[in-house]
């Protein structure tokens, strides 16, 4: 069983960084896709970022375009969401997950593509 840990998340101010990273342990993988969801409270979970397993298939949330970065290290199994420019809209708990399973191009923004979650990592933004 693939576990997923998080770490880098924080409360950092309005046009501040943070850099998410999400290693994956366990069983080993030729292809997986690997992605980022966020919920913020009262909020349904939302798509933020996810790479295919080549790294070549990026996609991003409208609303972090241009702002974060999603990167993928396929040897160490682990995924990065670099945050920048940062808002409070931003402010949730970010989620790691994990696609064991080939993801069609149209599918990566549905959560229940995804096989394995990370515990959550709270990001704050202040104003």
């Known amino acids: 069983q693939v576990q997923l840990v998080e770490s880098g998340g924080g409360l950092v101010q309005a046009g501040d960084s943070l850099r998410l990273s999400c290693a994956a342990s366990?069983?080993?993988?030729?292809?997986?896709?690997m992605a980022w969801f966020r919920q913020a409270p009262g909020k349904e979970r939302e798509f933020v970022a996810a790479?295919?397993?080549?790294?070549?298939?990026?996609w991003y949330a409208d609303s972090v375009k241009g702002r974060f970065t999603i990167s993928r290290d396929a040897i160490k199994m682990t995924v990065y969401l670099q945050m920048n420019s940062l808002k409070p809209e931003d402010t949730a708990v970010y989620y790691c997950?994990?696609?064991?399973?080939?993801?069609?191009?149209?599918?990566?923004?549905?959560?229940?593509?995804?096989?394995?979650w990370g515990q959550g990592s709270q990001v704050t933004v202040s104003s």
């Open positions: 997950a994990f696609g064991s399973r080939i993801i069609g191009a149209n599918d990566y923004a549905n959560g229940r593509e995804y096989d394995i």
């Open positions: 366990g069983r080993t993988f030729s292809r997986y896709a």
């Open positions: 790479v295919s397993w080549g790294g070549n298939g990026i």
